[in-house]
């Protein structure tokens, strides 16, 4: 089965030539897994990516869900897939046995779910919030709540959402004013309007549980003031049935420039249209301690930030693969040096300056895959790794998730953009499908984080942690694959190029933090997180090369093709950024309000 | 009356200040002109661009123009707007008094439209493209195809389109296949299919002027057998008004991501569903001399693709002061050292990473503006200056052209991206309007010539015509400008980096061409592009600070910023590129097909 939604080939590669995912095998939880049963997953999610949900892409994007007034329309094809979804099982893969799940590596369903993203990143967003929804409550919930409402969900039968943001407080939580008032019974009653909540109302599952952000009465300010509940949209009957309406209102839909087919809500909480019991206020229930609500919610964050990288390396995969398609099937223009106007014309591809930018392509959503699977071998590692090896395993995934959420949602962004340079004018126009990549991908730098977040995380917090042994580690596993590398003339000259840049990072690493005072040091802060994401880049590819180097078939030519159009044509831009941050530039820190 | 369309403050010290425009008025053509009637018509456009087309820029993309099988229908905002534009007489602004114009200098014209283009880029495109259609047919027009097709399109009865592109030969004109058979009477018919046609199909005018560029029996193949010619919508009665349908019939729209209220067409020539004489063929007249039609076309260039740039310049700069808006209104978060949660949320702006992206757009929209303008006085130097200096000044423009169209749909695209990250989740939606702009924006990197034809034309023409002397004309300029800020302390390490940028792409360019063969020369064309680019806006820059250097209001202190920011944090980004260059990187070169 031939596709432009992802490449087996190249997935192939990675889980198995690479990353070797079938070593995880070895641990009792996946004892049960060898590659055939990957590959059999991977088989199901590719045909059904293709066949339930690339078939209603353009649709969901051209028909978005609209509000009555009353209720909210889907278009009915998302709701015939992903009950396609649900019943294969996909929603609990990679949850244990008993909670009817398949137990598989992260690594592979992240592989699996690319399908998804790919084929239709709006439609798989439902299953995802819930996938992630139902784990946060796995971690923290009571037994009675897994109980009640994750095996719903694992089942298809409940969606999940994330209630964070309010309409004065977008990507500062400190800020929030939802409040939760104590009941006799243990419950709690919720009064506040949430912003920006994918999947927060529709008719697609038989019940919503919003897990939402709010304060206790006399919490104290700012975040360490915020619990974390559970509101279902539909309270249950003694069943366990959704039955009677919960105080939890739509207020009205988000219109977004792309990733359309996801309903975006404004709810409001408790403003008293419906009463249960005859009281106002939505009843929730408290999860985990109070006031340690956003710990909670960040716990999950490492995951649900590197499922935005992930998305936008599947936007960004599916545009180069319909670029790709159209430079070898559109003819026009000729060799710069034939001259004899009655030659035909040949293929887009065979222009210099469109290989540039396929190979651009290839090389930001090969790379941007590559460190998103890396990650995720990483979370695989941390649960099932050995307690010595534990620590080391989250430092570097703590460190590198900022970059797996921000790189692609850069990146990748920047390969949907070269995607309709490839079509030309035929790329700008709704009949084909590059121009609605670029405006789904174009929210990954906004949610769960904006980019200047996830440079403030990594800057300010990440690299300086437990005095940077999350730096040290990073640096630690790159010098180990340069030092590979660097006795083999095909790749010595690659890892003398990353371990200079290594070198000069930590160089302004040690600068940055030397410089007294966080307004100084943070200023560029954007900047650090892009040299820092081109030289873990560089060395993902590195990698890679590794594994390709020598062999002539034209996959692996490929492979170190873009490999070589990396190290040439992108880690050397880091260099000015090092520099910039090296010389402490203050021209943004000092720019006035009054002189714009 | 302060609006978010463009800075009048800005454009004032470009066209005063800077560009000293009031100093053309000692020139014949614009003796009755000061900076008085200047000023008038600027207010005038100002006032008019955001009370008529800023008012329905929204709506225009909303309620995009539809086709019903039998007519096109445009919401009736658009044509009560151009009308008044055409009643103030700006269609003929820059016109001689004897064919009812203004005699503006393009510079102040340009200045005046760019209002325009940032209010509503969609409806403005409609008297833009009938000017430049006025334009080619004054220059190449007979006496009587001007006084019947010109003199109604100044007066804004009718409007004009430029037919190039076919569906099978989108950049590649040498492939065009629309014929012209003569006929006895010394008119034409043609035949053939048009696509991307902008303005093909509406009724907001009494008639519609194509010129469309198409083959004569026997012509030679490629690029030397293609004529022009005149067609309209409908043919005239004896008194000159519209009467009978032509032969041109609309065969559809296209749906753009953006630019979504100009009507874009595809037209059919010629297939007989109207039959003028009762013949099929769309009427029509040469215009120019036989297979010269590309070099009448190409004439205009220079001017289209500046109008192009200045397009993508004003969509960043309405972008750029909606972020600035924006940033000043919303609070959010706080300092970084300010642990408080009590008190109270600062500014967006207050944060250096939103100024950051603020002065990364100013730099870019500021700069991008700066250049379209120093290019319209060229424009003027060159039909008023002296015979000696002419040859320069037309070298120049030369030069300057490609970069004056793509660095613009780039950066400028780049503000608007920039925008977007500023407004967070907010400018995701289209409640907001920054992400029409991005829309909108996007496809000027595809017309008039797409970014890899602007570097062709750069690399392969521009900078080796006459043995290299419009890049000597360029240099000599730009080390005038060095050598004139080298003295002043404030400004010497700016124009000895300018002078070591100058020097390394002088020395890049010998190198690429003495490369040997074209393929090798040109396989990186669009890198040189945009390194040249960035060293002429850093030029561009500096020519700006000369003029704010010391001074203490807060407008020159801004402008003094923006400089400093171009100079830290964009033109270093030119070292890699040219180093790249240098090395006559292979690796797009040598990729194959088959390795993708």
């Known amino acids: 089965m031939s596709s432009l939604i992802l490449d087996r080939r190249d997935l192939e590669f990675m889980l198995y030539e690479w990353l070797q995912v079938e070593q995880l095998c070895m641990f009792p939880r996946y004892s049960d897994h060898s590659r055939e049963t990957f590959d059999a997953v991977l088989d199901l999610c590719e045909q059904m990516a293709n066949e339930h949900f690339a078939s209603h892409n353009k649709k969901n994007d051209a028909q978005e869900p609209w509000f009555d007034g009353e209720q909210v329309h889907i278009i009915p094809e998302v709701k015939q897939a992903l009950d396609v979804f649900a019943e294969a099982g996909l929603i609990a893969a990679g949850q244990d046995y008993e909670l009817g799940g398949m137990q598989l590596p992260t690594v592979v369903e992240k592989a ?86 994918s999947g927060g109302e529709h008719s697609l599952s038989e019940n919503i549980v919003h897990l939402v952000l ?151 959503v090969e790379g941007g895959l590559a460190l998103n699977l890396y990650c995720a071998k990483l979370v695989d590692e941390q649960r099932d790794a050995l307690d010595e090896e534990l620590d080391d395993i989250s430092l570097l995934l703590d460190v590198l ?29 709704r009949d084909y499908n590059v121009e609605q990549f670029y405006r789904d991908n174009r929210l990954n730098p906004i949610h769960e984080g904006t980019h200047g977040i996830q440079a403030l995380d990594l800057l300010g917090r990440k690299v300086v942690m437990q005095e940077g042994a999350g730096l040290d580690i990073l640096v630690q596993k790159i010098q180990q694959t340069t030092a590979e590398a660097a006795p083999d003339p095909e790749l010595a000259g690659y890892a003398a190029e990353l371990d200079a840049a290594v070198y000069q990072i930590c160089d302004v690493t040690q600068q940055l933090h030397a410089a007294g005072h966080p307004e100084l040091t943070l200023a560029n802060a954007s900047v650090y997180l892009e040299a820092m994401g081109h030289i873990v880049l560089a060395w993902i590819w590195l990698q890679q090369m590794q594994v390709a180097k020598g062999r002539q078939e034209d996959f692996y030519r490929g492979k170190m093709q873009a490999g070589q159009y990396f190290f040439n044509w992108e880690l050397p831009k880091a260099a000015p950024w090092m520099a910039l941050l090296a010389d402490l530039d203050t021209t943004c820190l000092l720019m006035q309000d009054s002189w714009f």
Request: glycine share 10%; hydrophobic share 40%; with cysteine.
């Open 112 to 197: 699996c779910f690319a399908w998804f993203l790919a084929a239709n990143v709006a439609t798989a967003a439902y299953p995802f919030l819930t996938i992630a929804n139902a784990n946060l409550l796995l971690h923290w919930g009571t037994k009675q709540q897994i109980d009640t409402w994750v095996k719903p969900m694992l089942a298809g039968r409940f969606f999940g959402t994330m209630c964070l943001s309010e309409p004065q407080a977008g990507s500062s939580l400190a800020d929030i004013r939802t409040r939760a008032e104590p009941q006799a019974d243990g419950s709690y009653r919720l009064f506040g309007n949430k912003m920006w909540i």
């Open 214 to 364: 709010a304060r206790l009465p006399d919490a104290p300010p700012g975040v360490k003031g915020i619990s974390l509940f559970l509101v279902p949209k539909l309270l249950l009957d003694e069943h366990g049935n959704p039955a009677e309406r919960n105080d939890v209102v739509l207020a009205g839909l988000n219109h977004k420039m792309g990733y359309r087919g996801t309903v975006n809500t404004l709810l409001n909480f408790g403003e008293g249209k419906f009463t249960p019991d005859g009281k106002a206020g939505a009843v929730g229930w408290l999860v985990g301690e109070p006031n340690k609500g956003l710990a909670c919610m960040f716990h999950m964050m490492n995951e649900a930030r590197i499922g935005v990288g992930l998305g936008a390396v599947a936007l960004g995969y599916t545009g180069y693969l319909h670029a790709l398609d159209y430079a070898r099937e559109r003819r026009q223009g000729r060799a710069l040096a034939n001259k004899d106007p009655h030659s035909q014309p040949v293929a887009l591809i065979e222009h210099a300056d469109v290989r540039r930018m396929l190979l651009a392509q290839k090389a930001y």
């Open 401 to 429: 998730t900022p970059i797996a959420k921000s790189w692609p949602s850069q990146w990748c962004l920047e390969a949907n953009n070269l995607a309709i340079q490839v079509h030309g004018g035929y790329g700008y126009t």
